[in-house]
């Protein structure tokens, strides 16, 4: 597919600065691009890369004031990476317009609706009365259990699996090998030592525009549901217990980890390697710091916490600083003793 530099524009509301005609078919990194290629500059210091680049068109930020003359055509923008995040997306959306029908071999129960300019690929298992809004797509391998229902728009891509009566909405992308409403941890011990087995008899529902990264696993509740609510981003490698509920436009690092029954509030930030004890609130706007321990709850709102346990950050840097300090003032202090004794002699 080839774009002109000013349908971009276009799309990203930019102005162009140099030949307005010029075509590009592909992306590049800015220090590698070639002609035909289109890359962006959104970090100071890549700048210098600005005035040796082989791409044929550069998004910049409208403050940047050039140092040299450029070849490539400039298209300014506010936002730069914003800009060029947006192209990306809209060059997403038509590959994937471009998919659709139903490719063989593939199972679609009888009983389920599919929607309008649907995809699915081979080898995919569409269950019993499920439904699969316009505009999915479902790539090879994928299942999709009995009585899922899918919102129009979204990707389910090769090797998920999504258990039965789980809902996904609208603009939801799911990567390869997450799984979706297995059995949540529920075994009740016994008077013997043994476990029996707690039936996990709710589901996942994720909310509109979440986007969950590959081999994530999230379990459906034992009662009610797990909860993605709209615009959580989920990376690769977690782990969600059941009952669980994330809030809004929250988002999650790799190898993160929440237990059971947890409520993830709006717009919390998790680094990887995280791990959140089970039935605790985290409030609004927190931020947990990666390799975290969070065994209380976090009550009030925006505060940042790191370490395990988990405590407020700046708290926990100080007390790191005083750790290193450690040795110093034991050496101060042996000093200290050495001192009082030779004036304890000398008195004597």
Same mark, same amino acid.
């Given at each position: 597919?080839?774009?002109?530099?000013?349908?971009?524009?276009m799309?990203?509301?930019g102005?162009?600065?140099?030949?307005a005609?010029?075509q590009?078919?592909?992306?590049?990194?800015i220090e590698?691009?070639?002609?035909? #290629?289109l890359?962006?500059?959104?970090?100071?210091?890549?700048?210098?890369? $600005?005035?040796s680049?082989?791409?044929?068109?550069?998004i910049?930020?409208?403050?940047?004031? +050039?140092?040299q003359p450029?070849?490539?055509?400039?298209?300014?923008?506010?936002?730069?990476?914003? =800009?060029?995040?947006? $192209?990306?997306?809209?060059y997403?959306?038509?590959?994937?317009?471009?998919?659709?029908?139903?490719?063989?071999?593939?199972?679609v129960?009888?009983?389920?609706?599919?929607? #309008?300019q649907?995809?699915?690929? =081979?080898?995919?298992?569409?269950?019993?009365?499920?439904?699969i809004?316009?505009r999915?797509?479902?790539?090879?391998?994928?299942?999709? @259990?009995?009585?899922?229902?899918?919102?129009?728009?979204?990707?389910?891509?090769?090797g998920?699996?999504?258990?039965?009566?789980?809902n996904?909405?609208? /603009?939801?992308?799911?990567?390869?090998?997450t799984?979706?409403?297995?059995?949540?941890?529920?075994?009740?011990?016994?008077?013997?030592g043994?476990?029996?087995?707690?039936?996990?008899?709710?589901?996942?529902?994720i909310?509109?525009?979440v986007e969950? @990264?590959?081999?994530?696993?999230?379990?459906r509740?034992?009662?009610?549901?797990?909860?993605?609510?709209s615009? =959580?981003?989920?990376? /690769? +490698?977690?782990?969600?217990?059941?009952n669980?509920?994330?809030?809004? /436009?929250?988002?999650?690092?790799?190898?993160?980890?929440?237990?059971?029954?947890?409520?993830? @509030?709006?717009?919390v930030?998790?680094?990887?390697?995280?791990?959140?004890?089970?039935?605790?609130?985290?409030?609004?706007?927190?931020?947990? /710091?990666?390799?975290?321990?969070?065994?209380?709850?976090?009550?009030?709102?925006?505060?940042?916490?790191?370490?395990?346990?988990?405590?407020?950050y700046?708290?926990? *840097?100080?007390?790191?600083?005083?750790?290193?300090? +450690?040795?110093?003032?034991?050496?101060?202090i042996?000093? *200290?003793?050495? $001192?009082?004794?030779?004036?304890?002699?000398?008195?004597?």
């Amino acid at each position: 597919m080839q774009f002109s530099a000013a349908q971009i524009a276009m799309m990203i509301d930019g102005k162009i600065e140099g030949n307005a005609d010029i075509q590009v078919g592909f992306f590049g990194k800015i220090e590698e691009a070639v002609e035909g #290629e289109l890359t962006f500059l959104a970090n100071p210091k890549y700048e210098e890369y $600005l005035y040796s680049t082989a791409a044929s068109i550069v998004i910049v930020n409208h403050s940047l004031e +050039l140092k040299q003359p450029v070849s490539a055509t400039l298209i300014r923008v506010k936002d730069a990476y914003t =800009a060029f995040a947006t $192209l990306l997306d809209k060059y997403q959306q038509i590959k994937n317009q471009q998919l659709t029908g139903i490719q063989q071999p593939a199972y679609v129960d009888a009983t389920a609706k599919i929607g #309008e300019q649907v995809f699915i690929g =081979a080898f995919a298992y569409i269950g019993e009365k499920a439904i699969i809004g316009n505009r999915v797509k479902i790539y090879p391998s994928a299942y999709i @259990g009995n009585r899922v229902t899918i919102g129009e728009n979204s990707i389910i891509h090769p090797g998920v699996k999504i258990y039965h009566h789980c809902n996904i909405g609208n /603009n939801v992308v799911i990567h390869s090998g997450t799984v979706i409403g297995s059995d949540g941890f529920g075994f009740a011990p016994q008077a013997d030592g043994t476990y029996i087995k707690v039936p996990q008899i709710g589901n996942v529902v994720i909310e509109d525009n979440v986007e969950i @990264g590959a081999n994530t696993t999230i379990d459906r509740a034992t009662i009610g549901s797990t909860l993605i609510k709209s615009g =959580a981003k989920l990376d /690769n +490698l977690l782990q969600i217990a059941h009952n669980v509920e994330i809030g809004n /436009n929250s988002v999650i690092a790799a190898q993160a980890g929440i237990s059971g029954s947890t409520k993830i @509030g709006n717009n919390v930030m998790i680094g990887g390697q995280a791990g959140v004890v089970g039935h605790l609130q985290i409030a609004d706007g927190a931020k947990i /710091n990666a390799q975290s321990g969070v065994s209380k709850s976090i009550k009030n709102q925006n505060t940042s916490v790191t370490g395990s346990p988990a405590f407020e950050y700046t708290a926990a *840097l100080r007390s790191q600083a005083m750790i290193r300090s +450690l040795p110093k003032l034991e050496k101060r202090i042996e000093e *200290l003793e050495k $001192l009082v004794k030779e004036l304890l002699t000398q008195k004597a």
